[in-house]
């Protein structure tokens, strides 16, 4: 009886440990794919790549993955010498308002090199030029000081150093079964009628706005929220029809965000309905709640999500304007050029203390 016992410990041990396997394994598979646990895993957390906080359409909570369906991540670059109100509105609109079709977790914010900085101001004699650290960390202090509960939703990294992580980014998902496909979002200069920057980091689509600086395609006529018409974007060369985004279901929350519930159709200029349609016109399409197009060439994809009057910044707002600012702001203090900047620039009071340490 004695050996009998003995011999059964080994196998009653190993059932154990079996059923312990098994429910890691269960708990594993059923815990939520934070996105920014892949991004730590592979950027690090180095302050040269720390991550920050950002709101999107889901409140105080984290960037979760989902298994089953594609889940998009914007990539926003810019050289952001320095990043101001413009570049944060045209982040913010697009990922409360891509639509939850679109399914976008979040945002990576890719600023361009130092390299590439001083070749884009050459023959600019004295023009405010900041480094690299110093853009992203102006940024990192914005983004943290709007959310500073609603969960990591934004990453801002070195643009030259993203190829790398993305490779790596792709094998971590493929190995968790989890589909994630980077869009990138871009400005009115990268989306106009006459051509589409399409292709950068292999990305198939492109979200573009309205927020921050007109687009060529587009014009809108509006009173506060209320449209008066619901114009057609105007082709884009080499791409197919416009098509407008109906998000069917969809709530709004108490700050005008999107909840991000619902699901989307696609509705041809011949189903567009105008305000200034008769009351007889059919209710078999929902009437949309934002503007929203997408059209295609080949595998390429644009969408447009369009901004209503009282969302849009100053269109004349721009990192040039900002450098003027600085450069006949030479005697100011930096309280001083604090205040002239606030309402401009991202971290006003950083940005400041970065221009008089240069001078």
Not at 41 to 61: I, M
Not at 221 to 231: F, K, N, Y
Not at 288 to 303: A, E, F, K, L
């Amino acid at each position: 009886m004695r050996r009998n016992h003995k011999q059964n410990i080994p196998s009653q041990s190993v059932a154990a440990k079996s059923r312990a396997e098994q429910g890691v394994a269960t708990a594993t598979a059923t815990a939520p794919l934070l996105l920014d646990e892949y991004i730590r895993r592979v950027v690090g957390s180095s302050s040269s790549s720390s991550s920050s906080t950002f709101p999107t359409q889901h409140r105080s909570s984290p960037a979760i993955l989902e298994r089953g369906r594609t889940n998009h991540v914007l990539l926003y670059n810019g050289c952001f010498n320095p990043p101001h109100r413009g570049h944060l509105a045209q982040l913010v609109h697009a990922l409360r308002h891509a639509g939850p079709g679109l399914n976008v977790v979040g945002a990576v914010v890719l600023v361009a090199d130092d390299l590439y900085l001083k070749w884009k101001l050459a023959g600019q004699r004295g023009a405010l030029s900041l480094r690299l650290r110093q853009r992203v960390r102006l940024w990192e202090e914005e983004l943290a000081l709007m959310a500073e509960e609603e969960g990591r939703r934004c990453w801002v990294l070195s643009e030259t150093l993203w190829p790398g992580h993305a490779d790596r980014l792709d094998r971590l998902f493929g190995e968790d079964g989890v589909d994630v496909e980077f869009v990138r979002l871009a400005g009115g200069d990268k989306v106009r009628v006459a051509a589409v920057e399409h292709g950068l980091w292999g990305c198939r689509s492109v979200i573009t706005t309205d927020v921050s600086r007109p687009v060529d395609f587009y014009s809108s006529s509006s009173v506060g929220d209320v449209a008066l018409s619901m114009p057609m974007p105007l082709p884009l060369s080499r791409h197919g029809e416009w098509k407008r985004v109906v998000v069917v279901g969809e709530r709004q929350g108490e700050d005008g965000r999107d909840e991000g519930v619902g699901s989307e159709t696609l509705t041809t200029k011949s189903t567009v309905i105008s305000s200034s349609s008769s009351s007889s016109t059919s209710t078999s399409v929902p009437q949309p709640s934002r503007n929203i197009w997408t059209c295609s060439h080949g595998h390429y994809n644009v969408r447009f999500v369009a901004s209503s009057h009282d969302e849009r910044v100053d269109p004349d707002l721009s990192s040039t304007k900002i450098r003027g600012i600085v450069a006949a702001a030479k005697k100011l203090d930096v309280d001083q050029l604090e205040e002239k900047l606030r309402g401009i620039a991202l971290s006003p009071g950083l940005l400041a203390r970065y221009i008089k340490e240069a001078r």
